[in-house]
């Protein structure tokens, strides 16, 4: 079994000799059951796995971005292994947004060679990171986020978002307690560690809105029963963040407007009450804590930042240099064979 | 299902896919060997090897017909390792998964629905866990989690305080 040139051997075992594809991959969901649920929008169930797929794949991408420039092995292995988990989530569902849109789309042609305006994850995922801690604040929300998701899909009217959901959600909880564990190491570390992540949790700020907001597609499909319940969702996470934030001791303003525009859209008063109380329980006198609430609650009527949404196509320009590095190579030769 | 349950794992290699629960069924149609199987991880690189692999197994054993299926549902769980496949992992120096999850003691059901899962819907675990599983060098039960992150996206990295060397475990999923 000698070659000249190892790169020989990767086709040795079938026919498909594409770099910039995987080789030999077979289709990820073969074998998988692939029938269409009843009475469901074909074009808004694809957007809505191309929303999820392409959240796990932009995600991953500045995951993978973190190889090699990690602070210790043992978090450079853990980061690639949170990329490799979203990366296997986001072929999944690319996959299945193209045999339900029925267009000969496959998670490699979604991947390469759609243009920045056709992907529709949330602009939170392609953000880049200042440093480490900047970057296990945002895996903490993101992965709170994603989490809560897709507990909720796995009763997802579509059989394989609900299967993707299932695995999902147990490889998301490991990701979602690796960053809060950080998240509370650094933010009790020294001066210096806790004010990275202070302002790595203010670098979110114009962002987190956009993930309770349900665009059209993701209410058509809520009402169809295939999507999550963002409101829901938004409560679940808002719980979380706090349990993190009363942990170590940070306001919740500091994740600024986003914070509040998270916590007072769409008449969350009643649970922030009793999430407030719950606080002020635990942690005995709250008074500063409660002073600290309403300003953020009145910090929301002051609009929130930025303006177009990823899941309608509209990215920060961060996105634009990630399409770069993972595209132009399949662009510039296409069907290019070892 | 001897043949398929008998081919061995391409990371773990003294483990069988019988032993880690991969292989769901084995069934004819016709001439038609269907082998089910179930990925462990989304992202799990080795089960296009595994595919492979059953693939030339059985062809070796005399079947030309085989189709290998992959199901989603009901998911892969750590607990699905049979007690050999325990064993051998720990004669391999591998830590077994600690515990089983909740799933296993709850029938399979028919269709499938939403099902809670202890550690998913579980509290958010904010300290690492301070004692790791028994070293399966020296059997001590005075071991510390190194990173939740192996060197596969199932293991994670242990370190024992009593022989101080590193080991690996299989996590619960």
């Known amino acids: 079994m000698g070659f000249d040139n190892v790169y020989e051997s990767i086709g040795e075992d079938n026919d498909d000799r594409h770099w910039a594809f995987g080789t030999g991959f077979s289709e990820t969901l073969s074998g998988v059951e692939q029938s269409l649920p009843i009475g469901i929008d074909v074009n808004d169930l694809a957007a809505y796995c191309l929303m999820l797929g392409d959240d796990a794949l932009v995600m991953s991408h500045r995951l993978q971005e973190w190889v090699a420039r990690a602070p210790e092995l043992e978090e450079e292995t853990a980061l690639a292994n949170i990329a490799l988990d979203l990366l296997g989530q986001a072929r999944l569902l690319l996959t299945r947004a193209g045999v339900v849109a029925g267009s000969g789309m496959t998670e490699d042609t979604y991947a390469f060679f759609r243009d920045e305006n056709e992907f529709l994850n949330v602009r939170l995922a392609e953000l880049t990171d200042a440093d480490f801690g900047a970057l296990m604040a945002r895996l903490f929300v993101f992965s709170s986020w994603r989490l809560a998701i897709l507990k909720r899909l796995r009763a997802s009217k579509d059989q394989v978002v609900a299967a993707v959901a299932s695995k999902g959600a147990k490889e998301i909880t490991y990701h979602r307690d690796y960053a809060a564990q950080w998240v509370v190491r650094l933010a009790d570390g020294t001066d210096e560690s806790r004010s990275r992540i202070v302002a790595g949790l203010c670098a979110l700020s114009p962002f987190i809105s956009e993930l309770f907001t349900a665009s059209a597609v993701e209410q058509r499909m809520l009402y169809a029963g295939v999507a999550a319940d963002l409101a829901d969702v938004r409560t679940e996470v808002v719980g979380v963040l706090l349990e993190v934030f009363s942990e170590v001791e940070l306001e919740p303003q500091v994740l600024g407007a986003g914070y509040c525009a998270l916590s007072a859209r769409g008449g969350l008063g009643g649970e922030l009450d009793s999430i407030r109380s719950q606080m002020m329980g635990e942690h005995g006198s709250g008074s500063g804590r409660e002073g600290i609430l309403m300003g953020a609650i009145a910090l929301a009527e002051m609009g929130e930042h930025g303006s177009g949404s990823g899941r309608e196509g509209i990215h920060t320009k961060a996105m634009v240099e990630l399409l770069g590095d993972l595209q132009s190579l399949a662009r510039s030769y296409p069907g290019a064979t070892w | ?173």
């Open chain 2, 1 to 173: 299902m001897e043949v398929a349950a008998g081919v061995a794992d391409p990371e773990l290699p003294m483990l069988n896919l019988g032993d880690l629960g991969i292989v769901r069924e084995v069934s004819c149609i016709g001439s038609q060997v269907v082998v089910t199987i179930t990925p462990t991880y989304s992202g799990c690189p080795a089960m296009q090897e595994i595919s492979e692999d059953l693939l030339d197994a059985l062809v070796e054993a005399g079947f030309s017909d085989v189709v290998v299926r992959s199901v989603l549902e009901p998911a892969w769980t750590s607990s699905w390792i049979t007690e050999e496949g325990r064993r051998k992992l720990v004669d391999g120096g591998i830590a077994p998964p600690q515990s089983h999850s909740r799933i296993e003691d709850e029938p399979v059901p028919l269709r499938a629905t939403a099902r809670s899962n202890s550690y998913v819907d579980g509290p958010l675990r904010l300290r690492r866990s301070q004692y790791g599983p028994p070293c399966p060098l020296c059997g001590s039960t005075a071991t510390e989690l190194l990173s939740p992150f192996g060197s596969t996206a199932c293991k994670a990295l242990y370190r024992c305080q009593e022989c101080m060397e590193p080991f690996e475990g299989i996590k619960e999923i």
